[in-house]
């Protein structure tokens, strides 16, 4: 965490700032061979270079 703090354009923000924070919820599944799908919950989606479990259950990002 330290090494990160010192890149530059890094700041820590305060609990009142992290609370500000508005995002989207991300769902991560199999998307074909060495491939994983994002799904956010905007409803889009688009497969990234990973790797799926055996399962196919869940998938590693590269």
Known sequence: MKKILNLSGVRELSKRQQQQIKG???YISCCG???CRITLSSGASFCEPGRCNRFGS???LY
Do not use: K, P
């Open 24 to 26: 989207s919820a991300i």
């Open 33 to 35: 061979t060495n491939q």
């Open 58 to 60: 869940s998938c590693i």
